[in-house]
Nanobody, 126 residues
Framework: QVQVVESGGGLVQAGGSLRLSCAAS????????MGWFRQAPGKEREFVGA??????????ADSVKGRFTISRDNAKNTVYLYLQMNSLKPEDTAVYYC?????????????????WGQGTQVTVSS
């Protein structure tokens, strides 16, 4: 069955770093675009960034550009997705979700994405 599982969230001080991981299996996720979204309390889920199936193209929300980096490892049966977050700010506090889409490339719309993880909490203290 399909499994999309995030890990690596936690509490960090402003200016610090965290690295989130996601393991996706049960589909040929090596041919899927993978991405990260986040949702803060009382706000809508927002796009953070995405990476093409081969890793050659990435795109980021303006709010994280230059601070966050997405990478992926297309292993045999599982795709591993990473989000390196540097220079964290309190406004980065949110639940972070890993997602996969087959047909819409680096599209940012929430409804383009087919599979989602359960989320991992990131809290940045000031």
């Amino acid at each position: 069955q399909v499994q999309v599982v995030e890990s690596g969230g936690g509490l960090v001080q402003a200016g610090g770093s965290l690295r989130l991981s996601c393991a996706a299996s049960g589909r040929t996720f090596s041919s899927y675009t993978m991405g990260w979204f986040r949702q803060a309390p009382g706000k809508e889920r927002e796009f953070v960034g995405a990476i093409s199936w081969g890793g050659g193209s990435t795109t980021y929300a303006d709010s994280v550009k230059g601070r966050f980096t997405i990478s992926r490892d297309n292993a045999k049966n599982t795709v591993y997705l990473y989000l390196q977050m540097n220079s964290l700010k309190p406004e980065d506090t949110a639940v972070y979700y890993c997602a996969a889409n087959r047909d819409y490339g680096l599209g940012r719309r929430y409804d383009y994405w087919d599979y989602w993880g359960q989320g991992t909490q990131v809290t940045v203290s000031s």
